[in-house]
C-alpha cells in the first residue's frame, strides 16, 4: 500500500505525484519516442502494458528495499505529465539509485533539474539512504549535466554492455550531508 503523504510534493513549476492512468497518452508519447528512448534501459510499451504499468506504480510502494518504483513530473499548473523519475532503495537500505525522463518538448528547460533535485531532497527526508547515485551514458550530455545541477558528482566509470553494444557509463553520487 502507498505510503500517505510523501505525494504529491510541489516545487517550483513541477510536481511530484503517482503516476495514474489518466497520465496513458502523454506516457505511451514520450515512452515511445526514441530519441527519449536512447539511453533507457526500458523499451516502449503496448496500450496493455502501459496501462498495466501505471495502475501499478498508482498503488506500488514507495522506498521499498530493491524494488523500482516511478513516480510522475508534471506540470505544476496543469497536472500533465511531462515524464517520470524512477526510484530504487537498495536491500540494505545504504543507497538509492534515480532515473529519469522527460519528453522532448520539455527538455532544455531546466524542468529535469528541478525534478530530480526534489526527487532527491523526498529521498533524504524519507529515508535513512546516505547516498542517491544516478547512472548515464557516457553520451547523454543532457542527464550528465541534470545530474551535475543537483549536486551531484561524477564517481565512477564502468565499462558495460548497453543493447548488445559497448558502453561507457558514468555513475554521479550525491551523499547525505553531515548535519541530516
Not at 23 to 40: I, K, M, N, T, W
Not at 45 to 56: I, K, N, Q, Y
Not at 141 to 151: I, K
Request: proline fraction near 3%.
Amino acid at each position: 500500500m502507498f505510503t500517505t503523504g510523501l505525494l504529491p510534493r510541489q516545487a517550483n513549476r513541477i510536481v511530484l505525484r503517482r503516476l495514474t492512468i489518466a497520465d496513458l497518452d502523454a506516457f505511451q508519447a514520450y515512452r515511445s519516442d526514441p530519441e527519449v528512448g536512447q539511453y533507457q534501459g526500458w523499451a516502449p510499451m503496448s496500450e496493455v502494458e502501459a496501462r498495466g504499468f501505471l495502475a501499478e506504480m498508482e498503488k506500488t510502494e514507495l522506498f521499498s528495499p530493491g524494488k523500482w518504483s516511478q513516480i510522475a513530473i508534471a506540470d505544476s499548473l496543469t497536472n500533465h505529465l511531462l515524464g517520470d523519475i524512477g526510484i530504487c532503495l537498495s536491500g540494505d537500505q545504504c543507497e538509492v539509485e534515480i532515473g529519469f525522463t522527460l519528453s522532448s518538448s520539455h527538455q532544455g528547460k531546466g524542468l529535469a533539474s528541478e525534478a530530480v533535485g526534489e526527487a532527491v531532497n523526498l529521498i533524504f527526508e524519507q529515508t535513512q539512504a546516505l547516498l542517491v547515485k544516478g547512472i548515464t551514458d557516457s553520451r547523454n550530455l543532457r542527464s550528465m549535466n541534470t545530474l551535475a545541477r543537483v549536486g551531484m558528482r561524477r564517481a565512477e566509470v564502468v565499462q558495460t554492455t548497453f543493447r548488445g553494444a559497448p558502453c561507457t557509463e558514468f555513475v554521479y553520487l550525491i551523499r547525505r550531508s553531515p548535519d541530516g
